[in-house]
């Protein structure tokens, strides 16, 4: 599993998102923002943090990513 987010450093929301995957041990991969606008622009999102796992978007930032966390510990285990 492939867990990238696009993150800016005065997101809370961002920061939050990270420490869900830290905690329950989800490797991930950080994108800064300035990095990730072209894949922003692609998908038309607007905000962050925008968290892709296996290419694929989770809807709603870091309230969809809480929603999925059980998802995703199963399939990390």
Do not use: H
């Not at 920061?15 to 922003?40: C, H, P, Q, T, Y």
């Not at 694929?56 to 870091?62: A, E, N, S, T």
């Amino acid at each position: 599993m492939r867990v990238k987010i696009i993150t800016s450093d005065w997101c809370t929301y961002c920061e939050a998102a990270k420490k869900l995957l830290r905690d329950n041990e989800i490797d991930f991969i950080e994108v800064d923002l300035d990095e990730g606008l072209s894949i922003m622009a692609k998908y038309n999102l607007r905000t962050v943090p925008q968290i892709f796992v296996d290419d694929k978007l989770i809807k709603g930032g870091y309230t969809g990513l809480k929603e999925s966390i059980d998802t995703l510990i199963q399939r990390r285990n």
